[in-house]
């Protein structure tokens, strides 16, 4: 059976020596490989092939039958790792926090030392009345161990 952390360092290797990043390697016990690449700028087909095939050169299909698959993160997918938020500063992101709390904003920075500052604006209604509403603009700052999840929010504008 291959070990998931070997298959990740191959792979993480292999993405490294390409420009590319890991995101994720799962390895079930049919020996059914997924791996998620990506890269600062997207990735295409093209990476996805040749990574394919260099993984594959250098797994022994004679020690362990296996089924391999290389692709990019899915649209609407949530981010898994710390390149994931590098690479979409500037967007919109949908964060659920490890408190339950829910958030919406512009993803300002990212950093592995400080965590992520997301600027939030929302309507609330002013100085105690109930008919005037004022949007209202907040920077959280995060680490990245207090987001449960973190979604790009998709717009076609």
């Known amino acids: 059976m291959l070990k998931q952390e070997e298959i990740r360092e191959l792979v ?11 995101v994720d390697v799962k390895v ?29 050169a250098l797994l022994d299909r004679e020690k362990n039958d296996f089924e391999l698959t290389v692709a990019s993160p899915g649209l609407g997918q949530p981010l898994k790792v710390f390149e994931q938020y590098q690479k979409n500063i500037g967007k919109t992101l949908d964060i659920v926090t490890v408190t339950g709390e829910k958030l919406k904003g512009v993803l300002l920075e990212a950093s592995l030392e400080e965590g992520i500052a997301l600027e939030v604006s929302e309507k609330r209604v002013v100085d105690g009345t109930s008919r005037k509403r004022a949007m ?12 449960k999840t973190a979604k790009v929010v998709i717009s076609f504008k």
Request: hydrophobic share 40%; aromatic share 4%.
């Open 136 to 147: 209202v603009v907040e920077v959280y700052k995060m680490k990245l161990e207090e987001i």
């Open 12 to 22: 993480k290797q292999e993405a490294i020596a390409r420009g590319l990043f890991l």
């Open 28 to 56: 079930n016990n049919q020996n059914v490989i997924e791996v998620e690449i990506d890269s600062e700028g997207g990735i295409g087909i093209k990476e996805c092939i040749e990574v394919n095939k260099a993984i594959e």
